[in-house]
Nanobody
Framework: QVQLVESGGGLVQIGGSLRLSCAASGSFISINTMGWYRQAPGKERELAATITSGGSTNYADSVKGRFTISRDNAKNTVYLQMNNLKPEDTAVYYC?????????????WGQGTQVTVSS
């Protein structure tokens, strides 16, 4: 059984920083693209950033220049460094990974971690 476990959310002031982590565990063959999505109250889930197994990254325009996604393939972990946080960054952040198991590729999601940016 594959699990993604997130950590690092919390309450931060405007302009502050947070670092989210997401570790994959369980029985699998490999991890392809990993990413972070977010969902604010009353809104649909949206992409924040993704990173391929080779390290290529993609960011939503709203977070470019402020967020950095990275991964440690040896630890099966993806990170999201969030700087200069704004109130509109307040959301539940979900980790996503495309993982290959004996059953093929599929998306796995973490449980979500709350990020709240306040003044």
């Amino acid at each position: 059984q594959v699990q993604l476990v997130e950590s690092g959310g919390g309450l931060v002031q405007i302009g502050g920083s947070l670092r989210l982590s997401c570790a994959a565990s369980g029985s699998f063959i490999s991890i392809n693209t990993m990413g972070w999505y977010r969902q604010a109250p009353g809104k649909e889930r949206e992409l924040a950033a993704t990173i391929t197994s080779g390290g290529s990254t993609n960011y939503a325009d709203s977070v470019k220049g402020r967020f950095t996604i990275s991964r440690d393939n040896a630890k099966n972990t993806v990170y999201l460094q969030m700087n200069n946080l704004k109130p509109e960054d307040t959301a539940v952040y979900y980790c996503d990974a495309i993982i290959l198991t004996g059953w093929g590729h599929r998306h796995y999601w973490g449980q979500g971690t709350q990020v709240t940016v306040s003044s």
